[in-house]
């Protein structure tokens, strides 16, 4: 079946050290791709998308992320993550494969030690 | 801002019984979705609907229907709660033109069945 897929679902790290969530999905065709993230207690936001154009994505509090079309990627980066990064975030596809429907990947919890 | 809005946060009921789950959204949006959210599982679409009176079903649609009498509420109903429902609930809405744009989402009802 066709899917999202995020490699990690927990990932504890250090104030300052740097993030990687990796997402895959598996449509060919146009995608728009998006990552959303959940605070504690907190409903869903956007944190960046990519529909088209520069492949580098900025999103909002110094996150990026980098579609690869040929690996069918959209990995979530951020060079020093902070304490209150603690969240769990989500990679997201629509893609016209799938009917114009939004998919979501498992989600990755992460953890920011003090 | 954009506001979804979910009329609970947290509910506990017993096998069988009906349950309302309500969402009002304040930006005229023309896209509204129910989703669930299980650990490890991600977002799961339940229904969706593009305009007032159309819902399609998504990839979860069984033991669920819903209803949109109005363009800003939509309503997601289980006809006979089973255990296998409790679950946490989102609410979302994306602006028309298509399934593909950014969803504003609620803060979730947490559902629980006894």
């Known amino acids: 079946a066709q899917s999202v897929s995020q490699h990690n679902h927990h990932v504890i790290l250090s104030e300052a050290a740097s993030l990687e969530l990796g997402c895959n999905y598996s449509?060919?065709?146009?995608?728009?791709l998006f990552w959303y993230v959940q605070y504690p207690g907190q409903h869903l936001q956007l944190l960046l998308k990519?529909?088209?154009?520069?492949?580098l994505v900025k999103g909002i509090k110094g996150f990026e992320a980098e579609f690869i079309k040929s690996k069918f990627s959209f990995n979530l980066r951020k060079p020093s993550v902070q304490w209150s990064d603690t969240a769990e975030y989500f990679c997201?596809?629509?893609?016209?494969?799938?009917?114009?429907?939004?998919?979501f990947g498992g989600g990755t919890r992460v953890l920011v030690k003090p | 801002d954009v506001k979804v809005t979910q009329s609970s946060r947290y509910l506990v009921k017993r096998t069988g019984e009906k349950v309302f789950l309500e969402c009002v959204q304040d930006?005229?949006?023309?896209?509204m979705f129910w989703y669930r959210q299980d650990p490890g599982l991600g977002l799961r679409l339940i229904y969706f609907?593009?305009?007032?009176?159309?819902?399609e079903k998504g990839d979860i649609p069984e033991g669920y229907s819903v209803s949109r009498e109005k363009k800003e509420r939509f309503s997601l109903i289980l006809e006979s709660a089973s255990t296998n429902q409790t679950s946490m609930y989102l609410c979302?809405?994306?602006?028309?033109?298509?399934?593909?744009?950014?969803?504003?989402f609620g803060e979730g009802s947490r559902l629980t069945v006894l």
């Open positions: 449509y060919g065709g146009t995608v728009n």
């Open positions: 979302a809405s994306s602006i028309g033109g298509g399934l593909g744009g950014e969803l504003f």
């Open positions: 990519y529909f088209s154009g520069d492949p």
């Open positions: 997201a596809v629509n893609a016209r494969a799938a009917g114009n429907k939004l998919t």
């Open positions: 930006m005229d949006h023309e896209n």
């Open positions: 609907s593009y305009d007032v009176k159309m819902k």
